[in-house]
């Protein structure tokens, strides 16, 4: 399998050359195993992996497709920002019609070729959750300074006390300097 330049293999896999199955008969069936590392399902996505089972179903309006796949994407947690690997479960059943009869439906197209791509896209877009954490105690980012508070504290916090609290230091600071 080749990947392209930016490490990720090109979406061009998800196509099937499903002619032997559109010349069959109604209710053939053709089964594939997907396990395809780094894909870049479109524009706009891409994917860790992407692994499971895909059944194509020949009906009499076109290519039923069906199954269960799991894929990883990254995510950045909402209050960190770390890059999250978060996994998703896409279940797939869908009509590719040989002619549309609306525009959102799916269609195979005369050389038998089917695009999964489209069909995928729409699908991990619909799973992603809107946000996510790296964990589920992520402490998140210091507001003044910007580091990661999971990775430690930070001087802010330190520096960053209650101004009552503020006002005494300075005052026990002006008596220990008084004192010397
Ligand atoms: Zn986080
Ligand atoms: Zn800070």
Do not use: W
């Not at 053709?30 to 499971?52: K, M, N, Q, W, Y």
């Not at 430690?152 to 010397?180: K, M, T």
Request: glycine share 8%; aromatic share 4%.
């Amino acid at each position: 399998m080749t990947t392209s330049d930016s490490g990720y293999v090109p979406a061009r896999v998800l196509k099937f050359q499903l002619g032997f199955l559109l010349e069959g008969t109604r209710g053939q069936v053709s089964e594939t195993e997907l396990d395809i590392p780094r894909l870049r399902v479109a524009e706009d996505v891409t994917v860790d992996f992407l692994r499971g089972k895909l059944r194509f179903i020949r009906t009499g309006r076109g290519i039923l497709v069906q199954g269960t796949l799991h894929t990883g994407i990254f995510l950045e947690c909402r209050r960190c920002l770390t890059e999250t690997p978060v996994a998703l479960e896409i279940a797939l059943e869908e009509l590719y019609v040989f002619q549309p009869r609306t525009a959102e439906e799916f269609t195979i197209d005369e050389d038998g070729v089917l695009d999964l791509a489209p069909l995928l896209r729409q699908e991990i877009i619909l799973e992603t959750p809107i946000t996510v954490l790296c964990k589920p105690d992520c402490l998140g980012l210091c507001p003044e300074c910007g580091h990661n508070l999971n990775e430690g504290a930070c001087q802010c916090q330190v520096e960053a006390v209650d101004p009552r609290l503020a006002a005494l230091r300075a005052l026990r600071d002006r008596l220990s300097g008084a004192s010397e």
